[in-house]
Each structure stands twice: as C-alpha cells, then as structure tokens.
C-alpha cells in the first residue's frame, strides 16, 4: 500500500447478512414493544390515571391490573424509614424496595415517600407540623410507589403521553387532576380535566 492512500475492504457478505437480520429483529421487537404497551394502557380506565401536574401518572390500581395481564410478580419487599433534620425542622422517608419479575426478566425497584411531600403536608396553603402528617398513608405511599415502578419499568410505560392515554380509549376529561400551587403564580395544565380537579396550594 502506498503511502498516504487508504483502502476501504467491503464488509464481507456473512456479516451484511447478519446486520440485516439483526435490523429486523429490531423491528419486530419495536413493533412488539408497542403492542405490550397498548395492551397494558387498555386494561386500565380513568380511576387509574391522575393528571399531575399536566403528565399523566399511573395509579397502583392501574399497576394491579397490568400486573395481573402480564403475569407480573413481586418479592422480598422491605420497607425501611430514615429520619432527618435541617433548618426546616425534622423530617422522614420511607423507602420500599422489591424485585419484580415478568418471564425470565428481573429487576430490583424502590419506591419512596417523605414527610414533606406536598399531598400530605401541606393543608390550606399551609405546611402541617410534622405530628399532624398521616405517617400511615406515606409508608402506604411508598410501597406504592414501588409497586407502579417496577410495573411501569418491566412493561415500558415511562414517558407517556397523552396522546398514548386517549388512543387506548381513555377519557382524559375524566383524569383526576392535582395541580399544585404557589402563592405568587398559577400554573394551569395545557389540558385540565373538566371534573374532578384537585389543586393544592403551596
């Protein structure tokens, strides 16, 4: 080879042959993706779904019931509680972890809930002190949690929209809205429920 000249040896054939098998596999597994999801966002209905914050998020209920068409299980749960404090006084997380499984795909999951999320601690526009939160209802909400994100994870259902929700024959009016609020602005959602809102003020 002279110096200065490069040359290009063409991939031989065995190899092209495998990277267009390999593009349809691909496709077919796209394809596949997308029927998985259509099929888990149809099982579910409008009780299943909260619009927050103006993206849709799906509710345990509706995790149940994807879990129960795909035959998703979960194991080894534990939840453990960490407690804090900084400027703003004490607080505490509760933290869920489990391993879900759907075929021979395994993958471990946390879900998490704290004293000062805004659902729970905050009541007519004004923070509770921490005595008055239903610590109860945030252990609840962390296994949850977990529980919508292990489904949500093994299945594909992150990054919807809404456009996702309505063609699975969902009436997105009918989605629970809660909209949390500053004193100093509102924000309103590009598509608000005509029934059903919740705001919460902050």
Not at 95 to 104: D, E, L, N
Not at 182 to 193: A, M, Q, Y
Request: proline share 2%.
């Amino acid at each position: 080879m002279q110096e200065g000249i490069v040359t290009v040896t063409e991939a031989p054939l065995v190899e092209k042959d495998q990277v267009i098998s390999l593009a349809k596999v691909a496709e077919q597994r796209v394809e596949a993706i997308k029927k998985i999801i259509t099929a888990a966002l149809k099982v579910t209905n409008e009780q299943d779904w909260v619009n927050l914050g103006g993206k849709p998020y799906l509710m345990c209920s509706g995790a149940e019931k994807i879990a129960r068409l795909f035959g998703i299980s979960w194991t080894d749960v534990k939840i453990t509680k960490e407690e804090a404090e900084d400027a703003k006084g004490k607080w505490y997380m509760y933290i869920c972890s489990a391993k879900f499984r759907m075929g021979q795909s395994e993958i471990e999951v946390i879900g998490t809930c704290s004293s000062r999320a805004r659902f729970f601690s905050i009541a007519h526009g004004k923070e509770k002190p921490i005595e008055e939160i239903d610590e109860p209802s945030i252990r609840k909400a962390a296994l949850t949690n977990c529980i919508v994100n292990g489904v949500s994870r093994l299945i594909g259902l992150r990054n919807l929209s809404w456009d996702m929700i309505k063609q699975a024959g969902i009436d997105v009016r009918k989605i629970l809205l809660i909209q949390y609020k500053k004193k100093e602005e509102e924000k309103e959602t590009k598509e608000s429920p005509k029934q059903g809102q919740l705001n919460v003020k902050s």
